[in-house]
């Protein structure tokens, strides 16, 4: 190998690395956050980023993992909230009707088709 094949591949690092970089720092800024309602009163505020488990009044489980808040257990008699989908993106929501909770995400990547509408 030449010598410029490899200041040719420091400069490729060198970029790879900052790309990783930026996008890294950028997710943080782009933190997004659980927001709880009961009653359509605020529960509680979480963040995304940190696995947990929240358990709301003592009726649902909402575990947050990797990202994604997900519904796992439930009292309800539909069981519907524990059906929907683990939600990770601004504007999502699982809705518990029998025991009036919502659980939205607020903040963070803004999903594909928002970027196009606006
Ligand atoms: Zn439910």
Same mark, same amino acid.
């Given at each position: 190998m030449k010598k410029n094949d490899f &200041?040719? &591949? =420091?400069?490729?690092?060198v970029l790879a690395v900052s790309f990783i970089g930026y996008h890294f720092? /950028? =997710? /943080? #800024? !782009?933190? $997004? !956050?659980v927001v709880i309602t009961v009653d359509g009163k605020a529960y509680g505020t979480y963040d995304l980023a $940190? #696995?947990?488990t929240i358990n709301i009044n =003592?009726?649902?489980t909402l575990v947050i993992q990797d990202g994604q808040a997900d519904? /796992?257990? $439930? #009292?309800c008699p539909d069981k519907l909230c524990v059906h929907q989908k $683990? &939600?990770?993106?601004? =504007?999502e929501s699982i809705i518990c009707l029998p025991n009036k909770i919502v659980v939205t995400i607020e903040g963070g990547k803004k999903? !594909?088709?928002d970027a196009v509408a606006k």
């Open positions: &200041i040719l &591949i =420091g400069i490729i690092l720092l /950028k =997710g /943080k #800024d !782009e933190s $997004a !956050e $940190a #696995d947990q =003592g009726t649902n519904m /796992k257990d $439930a #009292d $683990a &939600i990770s993106r601004d =504007g999903s !594909e088709l």
